[in-house]
């Protein structure tokens, strides 16, 4: 059986929780009050905060097998980082 997810797919994954969440970070900084941004973000936060969770846990699996290449990690640091700011922010 193939490999469904690489560590390619899992970085560019980690990547792209990161970068929605830091999008959400900075339309609150902003204050951006549009209709169409905030539908999108009520219709995507709840995904990418599970989604966070799942990846978390697939990324310290692949931590655990040798070959780790640079961006992965850096990637997975990032998202533990979003994730503990994301997580943190709730309480």
Not at 33 to 43: K, M, Q, R
Not at 66 to 82: G, Q, T
């Amino acid at each position: 059986m193939a490999k469904i997810l690489s560590s390619k797919k899992l970085t560019l994954i980690n990547f792209m929780i990161v970068f929605y969440f830091f999008l959400l970070w900075l339309i609150n900084y902003f204050q951006v009050d549009l209709f169409a941004i905030g539908f999108i973000v009520e219709l995507l936060t709840i995904p990418f905060l599970l989604g966070q969770v799942i990846f978390l846990i697939l990324g310290i699996n692949f931590l655990i097998k040798p070959p780790r290449p640079s961006l992965f990690i850096i990637s997975f640091l990032l998202l533990s980082i979003c994730a503990l700011l994301t997580f943190g922010s709730f309480f």
